[in-house]
């Protein structure tokens, strides 16, 4: 498992995400800072990124030990109307 993770940080050192992910991983960070009052490391915010967005809208996610509402957007929008 520890192997798992140093390489997916050091593939994420070499082949950054998209710039599309950075204000994600920002809110990722912020969340669990307010409810949790910890930081967390690199690896697993960027890991939990999509944990935290690929959700229903006010469903619990946990990210390292600590649970969050999750981070997607509703949109509020009706098909069809």
Do not use: W
């Not at 192997?3 to 710039?19: C, D, I, K």
């Not at 009052?37 to 600590?66: F, G, H, M, W």
């Amino acid at each position: 498992m520890r192997s798992l993770t140093v390489a997916l940080a050091l593939g994420l050192m070499l082949f950054p995400l998209p710039q599309a992910h950075a204000g994600k991983v920002a809110s990722v960070k912020q969340a669990v800072k307010e409810k949790c009052s910890k930081e967390i490391p690199i690896d697993i915010l960027l890991a939990s990124v999509v944990r935290a967005y690929d959700c229903q809208p006010n469903q619990e996610v946990t990210i390292a030990s600590c649970k969050i509402k999750c981070l997607k957007g509703d949109s509020g929008n009706v098909v069809g109307q």
